[in-house]
């Protein structure tokens, strides 16, 4: 196996810069020469203050936006349109409010050409899976919070795709839920081992579920300023794992470094509400 092969995902000196929405002549850099690679079989979380461009990286990785500048590799080929060997777990659920949690499962099995009773089938499959037995005929607004969530994990989940990218998919969940969800993720992911790219403002999130944590810096022009590996034994509870010294101590040094970014980015964020 190459070395490129080895990792899943490449984003290599990637910059992307914007047009500002106040001012026509004016251009913003969001992303400015970040490097970021994950390996195959490798959970990866990036953290960073509010809007250092977290989630423009990981829509640049899906193949929804177009870099500036820089190349993206998929398994070592490099990316061309829509990241097809990757699913997308949303911030907000891409739920159709008109479709039943089953019917939601199934679409995207249909989109590639699966017959109506192989999708549903294994649609009730990954329901089940996530916990959602007897719940396939409700819709959206009949399902709480953490079952439209186990709803949407189970859409992406069901496509089987090599690289799984999560924006902040838990941030609206309750403390109790989301501590569930994040263990149910954890459970699903260990069984596969597919490369995860994860998206997180929560550093206790990060460092309970990965294997390594990456930090940006405050904008404009974002880039990595750290990197930690989480030599934290699995299969891992996110409850218990908090109160291990080692996560006591890589909270610590992660904390050291992010600190500065969080009070930048927030001292940036008032400056523009002024």
């Known amino acids: 196996m ?18 500002s929405k106040d001012e026509r002549s004016q251009r913003y850099t969001a992303v400015a020469g970040t490097s970021l690679r994950v390996r195959a079989g490798e959970f990866v979380s990036v953290v960073g203050p509010t809007g250092c461009g977290k989630s423009t990286l990981l829509n640049v990785g899906a193949g929804l936006l177009e870099p500036s500048s820089g190349t993206v590799k998929v398994f070592g080929q490099p990316l061309s349109g829509i990241n097809t060997r990757a ?8 739920l159709m409010p008109w479709r039943s949690a089953l019917a939601n499962v199934m679409l995207g099995l249909q989109y590639r050409g699966m017959p109506d009773e192989e999708a549903r089938a294994l649609a ?7 916990g959602l037995v007897g719940f396939g005929d409700r819709y959206p ?16 989940l069901a496509l089987d795709p090599d690289i799984i990218l999560m924006d902040e998919p838990f941030s ?11 263990n149910e993720v954890l459970e699903l992911w260990a069984a596969k081992r597919k490369a995860v790219l994860f998206i997180t403002h929560d550093l ?6 990965s294997d390594r944590v990456v930090v940006l810096s405050a904008g404009p022009g974002t880039h990595p300023i750290g990197e930690f590996a989480i030599d934290l034994a699995r299969p891992r ?17 992660i904390w050291s470094v992010l600190r500065d970014e969080v009070l930048k980015g927030y001292a940036q964020q008032l400056k523009k509400a002024a």
């Open 204 to 209: 206790d999130e990060a460092i309970a579920m």
């Open 124 to 130: 009730e499959q990954w329901l089940a899976r996530v």
């Open 87 to 94: 699913g997308y777990m949303f911030q907000t659920e891409a």
């Open 172 to 182: 609206a969940l309750d403390v109790q839920t989301r501590q569930l969800m994040e």
């Open 237 to 253: 509870d996110v409850v218990e794992v908090r109160t291990h010294p080692r996560f006591v101590e890589l909270h610590a040094q």
């Open 141 to 156: 607004h009949e399902l709480s919070g953490g079952m439209r969530k186990r709803t949407a994990l189970a859409q992406v």
């Open 2 to 19: 190459s070395a490129d092969s080895d990792h899943a995902l490449e984003l290599l000196d990637i910059s992307c810069t914007f047009r």
